[in-house]
Nanobody, 119 residues
């Protein structure tokens, strides 16, 4: 099982950009599909984007498509989320998640990183 640590969150203004990173421990990172989720106060956790094990297939929630880009570097055991044109409604705690190939549930969650977008 991988251990996940997010970084890169912060306080920005609307229209700014941020890049989140998710560093994974272990030598089997490439055996996991990865995803970013977020949870805003009073709301349920929702998926933002996901990427397959090799990095050549991605999915985005409609609310972020065209503004966010998910990527991964298997050599560095790291996943990224480039967030551009940020909006106040993007304010949330962002979590990375790992799901081992062949399984249908998330195996590991990070501790979360806060992103706050002011108007």
């Amino acid at each position: 099982q991988v251990q996940l640590v997010e970084s890169g969150g912060g306080l920005v203004q609307a229209g700014d950009s941020l890049r989140l990173s998710c560093a994974a421990s272990g030598r089997t990172f490439s055996s996991y599909a990865m995803a970013w989720f977020r949870q805003a106060p009073g709301k349920e956790r929702e998926i933002v984007a996901r990427i397959n094990d090799s990095g050549d297939s991605t999915y985005y929630a409609a609310s972020v498509k065209g503004r966010f880009t998910i990527s991964r570097d298997n050599a560095k055991n790291t996943m990224y989320l480039q967030m551009n044109s940020l909006k106040p409604e993007d304010t949330a705690v962002y979590y990375c998640a790992a799901r081992r190939i062949g399984r249908s549930v998330v195996d590991s969650w990070g501790q979360g990183t806060q992103v706050t977008v002011s108007s």
